[in-house]
């Protein structure tokens, strides 16, 4: 019965219509294809994570998904729509916190900026950012400056600005590249709650193996020169996910594996 229902659920997941789709993109920058033929679609709610060899294009696909670049060829679309510019419900995360954020403005400043481009009035902001650090657990550092923070809390802030976009969908680049083991794990779980509390739609680059197994819906694969798809892994893993239960999981494992296996057998 509970196996029937999940198929079911799955069935009803892969007909939904999906909010962004490439279809047949390709780049071309600087007389090199750096992305070529690219089919991939995300469904509302979806967590997808991309992973692969470094260079491969991920990035590149992550800012054709933000409307950053327009394909040379086929389309890119969110909710039906050429991706032709960037859109305020689609938020972008990114590695380096320290560029993101403005240095001259405390935490409260950053994320009133993200609400000042929205139009929010003035006598909502207090409210709304006072909030917004709550979500992110950084409600006693309003006053702070980007420099007094840790690399943890900065990351937690620019996740807070985006958040104040109200968006739909995070396209995330490696946010959590540059942080420490046990401050990833805590924002790991952090966004997985944040996204599955406001059914974000979420592309999540990432070297990790494991960090995409463990936060995705699904994993895609890019083999390099030119970037399109080499392997797509369906992450049958319960939710909520749990750092030690989730990786000690035969399925996991198995998962991880293949991975493996697929980055390897691309950096030859
Ligand atoms: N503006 C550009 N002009 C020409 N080539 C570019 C440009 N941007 C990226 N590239 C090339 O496209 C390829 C893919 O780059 P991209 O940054 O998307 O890869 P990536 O998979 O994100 O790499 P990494 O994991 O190292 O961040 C690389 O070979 C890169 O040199």
Known sequence: ???LARLDD???ARQQKPLISFNGA???LGGKTIIEN???TVRPGEFLCIVGASGCG???ALRLAAGLYR???GAVTFDGQAMLEPRREVAIVFQDYGKALLPWRTAAGNISLALEASRIPARERPGRIAELLRKVGLPAHAEKYPAEMSGGMQQRLQIARCLAQEPTTLLMDEPFGA???M???GLQDEVLSLTAATNTTVIFVTHDLDEAIYLGDRVVGLLPHPGRIGIELDVNLSRPRDQLATREHPEFLRLRRQLFDFIKATEH
């Open 10 to 12: 799955a069935k009803a």
């Open 58 to 60: 991920k990035t590149t």
């Open 1 to 3: 019965m509970i196996l």
């Open 71 to 73: 394909p040379t060829g």
């Open 183 to 185: 401050t990833r794990q």
């Open 26 to 28: 390709t780049l071309r």
């Open 38 to 40: 690219l089919d991939l």
């Open 179 to 181: 942080l420490d083991a």
